[in-house]
């Protein structure tokens, strides 16, 4: 008897489909959303960046400054200080 009584509430719970609203949120698909132009806009530029983009003359010296000397420089920076420091992961890198 029991073993029925749990096989019947069990079914009636895998059975039901869940009731999602808009975006799976507790906000009900009819609640009259409106699209901001702007966040659409920035949204639509971001997707296209790449076809976007130019390399020109004023491009490339900040994209070599921020892709190679800013990177190496923290480097640097931090491993000198972790050799003057003597810190424990100066010690594990040698």
């Known amino acids: 008897m029991l073993r029925t009584v749990v096989s019947r509430s069990s079914r009636t719970v ?17 609640l009259g959303v409106k699209k901001n132009k702007f966040v659409e806009e920035w949204n639509g530029r971001r997707e296209i960046t790449e076809k976007s ?21 923290l480097y640097a920076v931090t491993r000198s200080e972790l050799e003057k420091t003597g810190g424990r992961r100066y010690k594990d890198m040698c």
């Open 53 to 73: 983009f130019r390399a020109s003359g004023k491009t490339i010296p900040s994209i070599l400054f921020l892709g190679i000397v800013f990177p190496y420089t």
């Open 14 to 30: 895998v059975q039901s489909s869940q009731r999602r609203g808009m975006a799976g949120g507790p906000y009900p698909a009819n």
